[in-house]
T-cell receptor
Framework: GQQLNQSPQSMFIQEGEDVSMNCTSS?????WLWYKQDPGEGPVLLIA?????ELTSNGRLTAQFGITRKDSFLNISASIPSDVGIYFCAGRTNQAGTALIFGKGTTLSVSS | GAVVSQHPSWVICKSGTSVKIECRSL??????MFWYRQFPKQSLMLMATSNEGSKATYEQGVEKDKFLINHASLTLSTLTVTSAHPEDSSFYIC??????????????FGPGTRLTVL
């Protein structure tokens, strides 16, 4: 079946550092979404990408929809302690209303 | 962004009882809702896709008679865990699809429900 490979699995960084994580898929996606999940809560949508090559920012976060439609990355600049959490990429191959395929998540730890 | 609520946020029940979890889209209509299960330190596992007014589509390995899903309106889907057992203890999360045409559909997640079966 379709798989999403998300890396790295975990990251330990210092406050102020930049962070990059990415996802690759075995299939072509037409939507990429990036979520952040805090412990005991549901995922919160960070950035949604709908076109190949699209580069979108949300504050200190920047994400891109790969030109091959099989990958996406998320960058966080100047990390702060509240960036701690698990980041998930998710993609969809088909039309609206179909289920997302999730990556396994990247756990981010930020030390001050 | 769109808001999705879940109720209850946590529940503890005895083995053999049934538990109902509600998922509501508060400021948009969701033709499609999804139910996920998440184990500690793992990703979300899709259980079923719920479409308003029709039967839910269950993923392989998910017992439809155990996890009853009802999507009675465009803003409400319910998941009932029947005859719950300790192995059903987990974090259950719903999401609602904005269902916009084309590729701009986005899914928003509820805050999750922590189920503990004693």
């Amino acid at each position: 079946g379709q798989q999403l490979n998300q890396s790295p699995q975990s990251m330990f960084i210092q406050e102020g550092e930049d962070v990059s994580m990415n996802c690759t898929s075995s299939s072509i996606f037409n939507t990429w979404l990036w979520y952040k999940q805090d412990p005991g809560e549901g995922p919160v949508l960070l950035i949604a990408l709908y076109k190949a090559g699209e580069l979108t920012s949300n504050g200190r976060l920047t994400a891109q929809f790969g030109i091959t439609r099989k990958d996406s990355f998320l960058n966080i600049s100047a990390s702060i302690p509240s960036d701690v959490g698990i980041y998930f990429c998710a993609g969809r191959t088909n039309q609206a209303g179909t289920a997302l395929i999730f990556g396994k998540g990247t756990t981010l730890s930020v030390s001050s | 962004g769109a808001v999705v609520s879940q109720h209850p946020s946590w529940v503890i029940c005895k083995s053999g009882t049934s538990v109902k979890i509600e998922c509501r889209s508060l400021d948009f209509q969701a033709t499609t809702m999804f139910w996920y299960r998440q184990f500690p330190k793992q990703s979300l596992m899709l259980m079923a896709t719920s479409n308003e007014g029709s039967k839910a589509t269950y993923e392989q390995g998910v017992e439809k008679d155990k996890f009853l899903i009802n999507h009675a309106s465009l803003t409400l889907s319910t998941l009932t865990v029947t005859s719950a057992h300790p192995e059903d203890s987990s974090f259950y999360i719903c999401s609602a699809s904005t269902g916009t045409s084309g590729a701009t559909d986005t899914q928003y997640f509820g805050p999750g429900t922590r189920l503990t079966v004693l």
